[in-house]
T-cell receptor, first 114, second 111 residues
Framework: DAGITQSPRHKVTETGTPVTLRCHQT?????MYWYRQDPGHGLRLIHY???????DKGEVSDGYSVSRSKTEDFLLTLESATSSQTSVYFC?????????????FGPGTRLTVT | DAKTTQPPSMDCAEGRAANLPCNHS???????VYWYRQIHSQGPQYIIH???NNETNEMASLIITEDRKSSTLILPHATLRDTAVYYC????????????FGPGTRLSVLP
């Protein structure tokens, strides 16, 4: 398995509080992604990063921000959490090179906003 | 704007081959077919990918029709641990492009 860890693995927070989720990789892959998974929606891309300090929006980026100050870390921040952001969040990585860029996923963070 | 169509669920007897179909009739020439699976509450796991030719690795085989409008993922000897949701995804060979996961096929391997 790719060396991807996510922290925390579970979090319960109150509406209106800020929350930061961390993704850490030991594979030195260039690209990192944040997805959310909700029943009936499959996985949806929130943001992704194509290098240190280089990020872009995905399909469902409203209410989320990201930062990548080091190759190995990609942070997802909910500035003011809402109940609609209750979800399971997955981080993924992909490498540059000759292989067609399959993504490898972390174990997920289950976030509950009350 | 789903690019793929999969049956919502399938059953397979343990030890038998599991054949999971996927329809991607609008696939373009530079798009690959990827398969992932997700075991309950875990992150998605990459299985295999292909462009035109059939592919095989230690986990599975991928059979792509000549017109590339459909494909089949084959797990040759399914085990109980293969029970999962299987996703067929079509995307370009472009670094940074996200994977769009649809609802997939829920495979249940039965003892």
């Amino acid at each position: 398995d790719a060396g991807i860890t996510q922290s925390p693995r579970h979090k319960v927070t109150e509406t209106g509080t800020p929350v930061t989720l961390r993704c850490h990789q030991t594979e030195n892959h260039r690209y990192m992604y944040w997805y959310r998974q909700d029943p009936g929606h499959g996985l949806r891309l929130i943001h992704y990063s194509y290098g240190v300090k280089d990020t872009d929006k995905g399909e469902v980026s409203d209410g989320y921000s990201v930062s990548r100050s080091k190759t190995e870390d990609f942070l997802l921040t909910l500035e003011s959490a809402t109940s609609s952001q209750t979800s399971v969040y997955f981080c993924a990585i992909s490498e540059s090179g000759q292989r067609p860029y399959e993504q490898y996923f972390g174990p997920g963070t289950r976030l509950t906003v009350t | 704007d789903a690019k793929t169509t999969q049956p919502p669920s399938m059953d397979c007897a343990e030890g038998r081959a599991a054949n999971l179909p996927c329809n991607h009739s609008t696939i373009s020439g530079n798009e690959y077919v990827y398969w992932y699976r997700q075991i309950h509450s875990q992150g998605p796991q990459y299985i295999i990918h292909g462009l035109k030719n059939n592919e095989t690795n230690e986990m599975a085989s991928l059979i792509i029709t000549e017109d590339r409008k459909s494909s089949t993922l084959i797990l040759p000897h399914a085990t109980l641990r293969d029970t999962a949701v299987y996703y067929c995804i079509v995307r370009e060979y472009t670094l940074g492009q996200n994977f769009v996961f649809g609802p997939g096929t829920r495979l249940s391997v039965l003892p």
